[in-house]
């Protein structure tokens, strides 16, 4: 069975995955590695879940990580509060998703699903316009990730980190 941090680190395989718990950040993993090879902190055994580091700045972090050219999300009650990509990374996805064909969900599309019978509508944004609340999404997002590229009809699977999300698309506005 895959820990939750499997899952994040699935969701989100260009990034390094802290996870803030308390007043600590704590990383796993590959991530575990990388930190313990720029700062020097102290990899450890967590449980269930491998290799891990831990610390209190989340600044010396995360400028660390971006100043050697990893990308980086910061994972805290249940959501993203804060992500970072290398521009070259960001440059080349951005160009690919707005260079989509208008039959299919791409950057800028007012797309409605059906989720459990229910239709929810989503717009699909860069991930500095998100509003999550409000239904617009970032492409990077799971749910994003897997409509981008399908057309009308076709029924996609978003992998989330709570679970595999299952929407089939009713309607498309390029």
Avoid: C
């Amino acid at each position: 069975m895959k820990s939750f941090y499997d899952e994040l680190n699935e969701t989100y395989p260009e990034h390094i995955v802290i996870v803030k718990i308390g007043n600590r950040y704590v990383v796993h993993g590959r991530g575990a590695d990388v930190i313990n090879r720029i700062l020097g902190y102290e990899v450890y055994q967590d449980g269930n879940f491998g290799r891990a580091v831990s610390g209190a700045d989340e600044k010396e972090i995360t400028r660390a990580l971006a100043e050697n050219g990893y990308g980086y999300v910061i994972w805290d009650k249940g959501e993203i509060a804060k992500r970072f990509l290398p521009s070259r990374i960001v440059d080349e996805t951005l160009e690919y998703v707005r260079n989509l064909p208008p039959n299919v969900v791409r950057l800028e599309s007012d797309v409605i699903v059906e989720i459990d019978g229910t239709p929810v509508p989503f717009k699909i944004v860069k991930p500095n316009e998100i509003k999550s609340f409000e239904g617009i999404i970032s492409y990077e997002s799971p749910i994003g990730k897997a409509l981008i590229g399908h057309p009308v009809g076709a029924t996609v699977i978003a992998k989330t980190p709570t679970g595999d999300l299952q929407m089939k698309i009713l309607s498309l506005k390029n």
